[in-house]
């Protein structure tokens, strides 16, 4: 535990994977999100977040940040070709947060 928050506090760039499990984890729930979103806040780490199956992110703090792509289309429903795209796209966008 010591450890993720560690690399909370050093990190830049952040990548959520949004599910049911995701949001009903107490730990990134009262741990993780709020260091994230407080750290995104602050324009120090970049949170890129995309849902991977269909769950209920609309209740989510996450809303105050765009997702990476549609969240009411959850990357599991995508085509191969279209989640393909999707996961070039946040190849693009965590290297572009780190240059």
Do not use: N, Y
Request: glycine letters at 2%.
């Amino acid at each position: 535990m010591h450890l993720i928050l560690a690399g909370i506090a050093q990190a830049r760039v952040a990548i959520l994977l949004v599910s049911a499990a995701f949001l009903a984890s107490t730990f990134i729930q009262e741990q993780e999100l709020p260091r994230l979103l407080f750290k995104s806040r602050q324009r120090t780490c970049r949170v890129l977040w995309l849902v991977v199956e269909d769950c209920d992110w609309q209740t989510s703090p996450l809303q105050e940040i765009i997702a990476l792509h549609d969240p009411a289309v959850p990357l599991a429903t995508l085509p191969a070709a279209q989640q393909q795209d999707t996961l070039i796209q946040l190849r693009q966008s965590v290297a572009a947060a780190l240059a």
